[in-house]
């Protein structure tokens, strides 16, 4: 079982829906970021947080909106995307952000823009 | 910044032999270099790591090497088995964490 919980697993949206990935950790970290996953790409950091503060956002387009309300949630916001971003989007957390450390992933929120 | 360039994208090795999947990176600030691997439906987990350091690491069947002249590091698992069948990943953390394309292990029974 793991200690960062994703939803939806899976969601389909049109290109003018708004929906929201939420991402939760029991792990007790004080980092949280989002990554997206295409295929035969590396891993593609996207926002990263720590203790709620954002640190990086990695020339990611406005249409993806993070938001930490705590250290223990995550969420990004999507609207108006367009079909290229399609992907597996993975959370992760560890324990303090840029550091050395191991990163834990959840089981990734699969997206499909129609 | 860091570039972390990834081989094979894909190998198939019979049951019982070895496997060893190959990184190089570029910025030779670069200290910590972790393998994660990915089973399908997954998030990627943290299988084994390296700090500069050290040259070499080994648990049970896996092991890595790192060689900081050449910023080349590898990944080798021994005596493979069906479960380790999944996507590999390595990474390099300068000032910040960078990804490998993955390796596609298929182990074959």
């Known amino acids: 079982e793991t200690g960062v919980t994703q939803t939806p697993r899976h969601l389909v949206m049109g290109m003018t829906n708004k929906k929201s990935l939420k991402c939760e950790q029991h792990l007790g970290h004080n980092a949280m970021y989002w990554y997206k996953q295409s295929a035969k790409k590396p891993l593609e950091l996207m926002f990263v947080?720590?203790?709620?503060?954002?640190?990086e956002n990695n020339s990611v387009p406005s249409r993806f909106s993070p938001e930490c309300p705590n250290s223990s949630h995550l969420f990004l916001h999507l609207h108006t995307l367009q079909p290229e971003d399609s992907a597996l989007y993975l959370c992760?957390?560890?324990?303090?952000?840029?550091?050395?450390?191991?990163?834990?992933f959840g089981e990734g929120s699969r997206l499909t823009v129609l | 910044g860091e570039n972390v360039e990834q081989h094979p994208s894909t190998l198939s090795v019979q049951e019982g032999d070895s496997a060893v999947i190959k990184c190089t990176y570029s910025d030779s600030a670069s200290n910590y270099f972790p393998w994660y691997k990915q089973e399908l439906g997954k998030g990627p987990q943290l299988i084994i790591d390296?700090?500069?350091?050290?040259g070499e690491k080994k648990d049970q069947r896996i092991a890595v090497t790192l060689n900081k002249t050449a910023k080349h590091f590898s990944l080798h698992i021994t005596e493979t088995q069906p479960e380790d069948s999944a996507v590999y990943f390595c990474a390099a953390n300068g000032n910040k964490l960078v990804f490998g394309a993955g390796t596609i292990l298929r182990v074959k029974s």
């Open positions: 947080y720590n203790f709620k503060e954002q640190t």
């Open positions: 992760a957390s560890s324990s303090y952000a840029a550091g050395a450390g191991e990163l834990f």
């Open positions: 390296i700090r500069s350091n050290v």
